[in-house]
């Protein structure tokens, strides 16, 4: 067995994460999000994970989008990371709670310029005549805050996700791979279970 079996699986993700960061791949922060909506239909695209501690996995989105109507109708979801270099993956099952608007003002002021003005123009599911109206949009907010810092739109916010189940999964040869799977208890400990693959 080559996963450590840590008490705290966060610990575990963090050690993972930060080895995915010191290999050559692009987004080593990106996870697939999966929602379901009201009747059950699931969704699933990529994001960027901001930060993951004690309190759970965060990310942050437009809050018109398509994610996060699902989110509050259905505050439930799964994220998976995988890293090929590594051949390692981490899925992850919890509840979703909106980050405070102090966590998110702090969050949007470390963004680049550019972003910031992105997220005020984009209106994120919403159809669209052609490229050039966002091009537009964009270049008018530019010019609205030109000279001064760009303020976080109230439609623009982020999520935590909190896990009750987090698995990590290790390549092997014979397709004989590790699995770790992490189940949260009543008291706040967490249960580990080895899993065949």
């Given at each position: 067995m080559t996963i450590p079996k840590l008490e705290d699986p966060i610990e575990l993700f963090n050690q993972w994460h930060q080895e995915a960061r010191k290999t050559d791949l692009d987004e080593p922060d990106a996870f697939c999000l999966s929602t379901c909506d009201t009747n059950g239909m699931p969704s699933?695209?990529?994001l960027l994970v901001k930060g993951a501690d004690q309190e759970g996995f965060v990310f942050y989105t437009n809050l018109g989008s398509r994610k996060a109507k699902q989110l509050q109708e259905n505050p439930q979801a799964?994220?998976?990371f995988h890293w090929?270099?590594?051949?390692?993956q981490i899925r992850v099952q919890g509840h979703i709670q909106p980050v405070s608007p102090e966590e998110a003002d702090a969050y949007f002021a470390s963004r680049i310029?550019?972003?910031q003005i992105g997220a005020w123009a984009s209106k994120q599911t919403q159809s669209m005549a052609g490229p050039e109206e966002l091009l537009v949009r964009f270049a008018e907010f530019a010019e609205k805050f030109e000279d001064q810092e760009v303020p976080r739109p109230e439609f623009w916010s982020g999520f935590r996700l909190k896990p009750i189940r987090i698995e990590f999964w290790q390549a092997a040869d014979a397709?004989?791979?590790?699995?770790?799977?992490y189940r949260l208890l009543d008291d706040g400990t967490w249960a580990t279970d080895l899993l065949f693959p």
């Open positions: 699933s695209r990529m799964a994220m998976c090929q270099p590594l051949r390692k310029r550019g972003s397709r004989l791979h590790e699995r770790l799977e």
